[in-house]
Nanobody, 115 residues
Framework: QVQLVESGGGLVQAGGSLRLSCAVS????????MGWYRQAPGKQRELVAG???????NYADSVKGRFTISRDNGEKTVVLQMNSLNPEDTAVYYC?????????WGQGTQVTVSS
């Protein structure tokens, strides 16, 4: 059974930084594409950043230049480094693992940015 556990969320002032981590257990991590999504109250869940098993990355326009996604296949973790945070980044952030039609989600971690 695959499990994804996010950590690193919290409260930060505008302009600050947070580092989210997603630990994956029970799978061949290196074969999964990984992504971070977020969902703000009253809004749909949206892609923030993704990274393929080969290390190629993509970002939402709203976070380009501020957020960086990375993965460590040996440690089976994916990290989202978030800099220059603003109140619009406030949301629950979810980790997602995908391999073909198989998708797993973490439970989410709250990020709150105060102005």
């Amino acid at each position: 059974q695959v499990q994804l556990v996010e950590s690193g969320g919290g409260l930060v002032q505008a302009g600050g930084s947070l580092r989210l981590s997603c630990a994956v257990s029970g799978s061949i991590f290196s074969s999964y594409a990984m992504g971070w999504y977020r969902q703000a109250p009253g809004k749909q869940r949206e892609l923030v950043a993704g990274i393929t098993f080969g290390g190629s990355t993509n970002y939402a326009d709203s976070v380009k230049g501020r957020f960086t996604i990375s993965r460590d296949n040996g440690e089976k973790t994916v990290v989202l480094q978030m800099n220059s945070l603003n109140p619009e980044d406030t949301a629950v952030y979810y980790c997602k693992a995908t391999r073909g039609l198989v998708v797993y989600w973490g439970q989410g971690t709250q990020v709150t940015v105060s102005s």
